[in-house]
């Protein structure tokens, strides 16, 4: 058993929470007293459009130790968390949103698996207050990721609330790829991990940051970032077509040589116009489709190859220039 961590850090990504906010500072100043002494609460805001950083520099008036990373624009929550980890200096550092969803009082219970020996700890969801159709979206995901990277130990069910030992964010930070899905970045860097189950909460205010927009961009970035099968897929589609189009041709070049037994059977002997439209689109749309899937891959390389950073820091508050 490890003794309790020196020095604790809370990353939390905000993007119009204003409504959010001022029950999050009471709750996280109830709980941090079961925190070690030295802690930190670094707010990373994301191009808010609304009052969240004044609440946000109030509040680190009120307790330096809530700090905060203005970011120039809205760079999305992935790159805001990013910030957060190149910001942090405590000895763990947690992930938690600002929309309440995930209970704060549960930082608690991550140290101690922490303390138990385990680099990462990740907060497994095992029930949603989401509609049913955002619930079967997030569940097929899951296990289509896990299914198709090739990470075994792919956590499903398991957002970006968790905990992280100091090293496993020094490699997180030391990733240069831009497009970042950060669960499976944290899956992949291996070290001892281990969940722990949790009931989330509907949203406490405001309205969804992410969109069905938002989500279908991360997901891909998940599906792409991990895994080469759609790749293979195209390459097995187009066997498995071509094979289907090489029977088809024997088959007409026979019905054309002997095309006795197929009037006896009341089979067509010149294949209708209805028939090779249908087959020509069809094969068009699956070589747009995987042209698509070409794409998002070039997307990718085409984004990394220009090298532009993935957020832009326009002001820290409450934190000193020297740090990392």
Request: aromatic share 12%; glycine share 8%.
């Amino acid at each position: 058993m490890k003794e309790s961590p020196k020095s604790l850090s809370v990353i939390v990504p905000c993007y119009n929470e204003e409504e959010s906010l001022p029950t999050l500072f009471e709750r996280i100043e109830k709980v941090a007293e079961d925190w070690p002494e030295d802690y930190e609460v670094v707010c990373i805001d994301d191009g808010s459009s609304d009052r969240t950083v004044e609440l946000l520099r109030e509040q680190n008036g009120r307790n330096p130790k809530w700090k905060v990373v203005i970011l120039s624009r809205n760079f999305g929550h992935q790159a805001a968390v990013s910030a957060g980890l190149e910001t942090v200096t405590g000895d763990v550092v947690a992930i938690i949103d600002a929309d309440l969803q995930d209970p704060p009082e549960l930082i608690k219970d991550l140290i101690e698996k922490w303390r138990e020996g385990f680099e990462v700890v990740y907060a497994v969801r095992k029930k949603r207050k989401e509609g049913i159709l955002k619930r079967a979206a997030y569940f097929c995901f899951y296990r289509l990721m896990k299914s198709m990277t090739e990470i075994e130990d792919f956590p499903l069910d398991s957002g970006d609330f968790s905990l992280l030992d100091r090293k496993v964010v020094e490699t997180l930070v030391a990733f240069p790829e831009k497009n970042r899905f950060l669960r499976g970045l944290r899956a992949w860097s291996g070290f001892r991990q281990t969940g722990l189950e949790y009931e989330r909460s509907a949203r406490f205010a405001g309205e969804p940051k992410y969109t069905f927009r938002k989500l279908l961009g991360l997901a891909s970035d998940g599906l792409f970032s991990f895994s080469g099968v759609p790749l293979r897929l195209a390459s097995f589609a187009g066997l498995i077509i071509s094979c289907f189009s090489a029977l088809g041709a024997l088959f007409f070049i026979v019905q054309k040589i002997y095309p006795g037994p197929f009037r006896e059977l009341g089979l067509p002997i010149v294949p209708g116009f209805a028939a090779t439209i249908v087959t020509i689109l069809f094969l068009g749309g699956v070589q747009l489709l995987f042209l698509g899937v070409i794409g998002e891959y070039l997307n990718r390389i085409y984004t990394e190859v220009k090298g532009r950073p993935e957020f832009l820091v326009a002001e820290k508050v409450g934190i000193e220039e020297s740090s990392p």
